[in-house]
């Protein structure tokens, strides 16, 4: 075989895997572009599990469902190219439906905790709830020591009830804030341990001049506030997390906290 030929044939063979090589490569980014929506419950929609009734994370306004979190999921879905749809769940069933396949994630004030991270995964945080203590103000409560052998109202399962429970509270269970509160004002309980957030929320449309209330950020650091996935959805996950960088990196996180909490609480401590 004369050389000339020789060279020709190995040109038109490395030719042939290059080309070989650049169709695997596209098909296989195509693939790994859209597998994280394998992961989905419904393929072309991104279901969302919350509370519905936790201002001004999730609630209804004129029996529209509304909130940080329901537009934080639908600014995820439209960055992810998919439909959303929510679905207002109890807080006492609301992780496990995770587990149960009932939605693909649970945008719900949810903390990161060494419990729940045995059996869920979880999205890079998208805000920093800050803990208080809520009180009446004729007996004032200003410090975690204070509310030892105290009735506290807190939701079953909560980072709320976790920390109350740590300080010795005495756990009363309430299903949501205004219900906590309530409680409070009626002398049934002590106190209730929840977030900043939600307590500037109700103050903008409700009287508390009744109330005490104490940030406790210099006692509990602020925790990492994430979504909340099923353990074997990690290439949702991994799309998740792409979607919120997007979000934070263009402002729109930024602009959503200062919507619904005065203030941007997106940056990390």
């Known amino acids: 075989m004369k050389k000339r030929d020789f060279i020709l044939k190995i040109e038109v063979l490395v030719a042939t895997i290059a080309i070989a090589f650049g169709i695997f490569t596209v098909l ?19 279901t969302i599990g919350l509370e519905g009734t936790y201002k001004p994370y999730s609630y209804r306004s004129n029996g529209k469902l509304t909130g ?4 934080l999921g639908k600014a995820l879905a439209k960055q992810m190219g998919v439909k959303v749809k929510f679905v207002p769940t109890k807080w006492d069933s609301l992780i496990a439906g995770v587990g149960a396949s009932k939605y693909d994630i649970v945008l719900n004030n949810i903390t990161q905790t ?16 800050r803990y208080t203590v809520i009180s009446s103000k004729k007996n004032k409560i200003n410090n975690l020591k204070e509310i ?27 299903g949501d804030f205004a219900t906590s509160l309530s409680l409070i004002r009626q002398g049934r309980v002590q106190g209730t341990i929840n977030a900043a957030e939600a307590y500037y929320a109700y103050a903008k449309t409700n009287k508390v001049s009744d109330l005490h209330f104490k940030d406790l ?17 990690k290439k949702l996950q991994k799309r998740i997390n ?13 602009k959503l906290s ?8 997106t940056k990390k401590p």
């Open 217 to 233: 950020s210099k006692q509990v650091k602020p925790v990492k506030i994430s979504a909340l996935l099923n353990k074997k959805n």
């Open 148 to 174: 030892k052998n105290k009735k506290f109202a807190e939701g079953t399962g909560t980072n709320n009830e976790i920390l109350a429970k740590k300080y010795k509270a005495k756990i009363v269970s309430s």
């Open 242 to 254: 792409k979607a919120l960088k997007t979000l934070k990196d263009n402002g729109t996180l930024k």
């Open 114 to 129: 060494p419990e729940r991270k045995k059996v869920y995964i979880f999205s890079n945080p998208y805000i920093y709830s």
């Open 68 to 71: 940080f979190e329901v537009d």
């Open 28 to 46: 296989t980014s195509k693939v790994n572009a859209s597998s994280y929506k394998d992961d989905l419950i419904n393929k072309d929609q991104l």
């Open 258 to 265: 200062e919507k619904y909490f005065g203030s941007d609480i």
